[in-house]
């Protein structure tokens, strides 16, 4: 069983070491124009982590499997959608920067899962060309809202689930 706590400073070195095997998959399956220019760089996950956004999972033996941005809304970048429309207005946090291992198979629920627990109504975003994200996304049973831009001006689709089940942890 894995487990999902939130990253620690120490972790930096293992956290990019995850980001640059994602990265290596999304080029072998033809997603050259994500994560470029050194995105997400040290600096980014050393921010996430000083702001208690980054999380990690770990396998049974303690090894770091996959990392994750865990942020609550509003997201600046979401602001504006075109050719199309978020669910609701609702509060909703977003998950940014999830890197995995090759051999993480099923990690994404997991981490939605985790996600979903906590706040309920989710955001996230991916490259057109992640073919593999667009498919857990969509299997995971994200909706589809439409495209939002980076402040690079780079398009991303955008995609929505959940309502907040009762009770649910507030972070």
Not at 78 to 99: C, N, Q, S, T
Request: with cysteine; proline share 4%; charged share 25%.
């Amino acid at each position: 069983m894995r487990s999902i706590r939130k990253a620690r400073m120490n972790e930096v070195p293992e956290i990019m070491r995850l980001i640059d095997e994602a990265r290596a998959i999304m080029r072998s399956c033809g997603n050259m124009n994500q994560w470029i220019d050194g995105y997400p760089s040290r600096d980014t996950i050393v921010e996430d982590i000083n702001n208690g956004h980054c999380h990690v999972c770990e396998d049974e033996g303690g090894e770091l499997v996959a990392s994750f941005a865990f942020i609550p809304g509003p997201e600046p970048t979401y602001k504006e959608i075109y050719e199309g429309a978020w669910l609701d207005d609702e509060p909703y946090h977003v998950v940014h920067r999830l890197a995995s291992t090759a051999g993480s198979h099923g990690v994404f629920n997991e981490v939605i899962d985790y996600c979903m627990a906590v706040a309920g109504n989710l955001r996230i975003d991916t490259h057109r060309d992640n073919v593999i994200m667009r498919h857990v996304i969509e299997r995971y049973g994200f909706t589809y809202c439409g495209i939002i831009y980076l402040l690079s001006g780079d398009e991303r689709l955008a995609y929505q689930t959940g309502r907040a089940p009762l009770g649910a942890l507030r972070v």
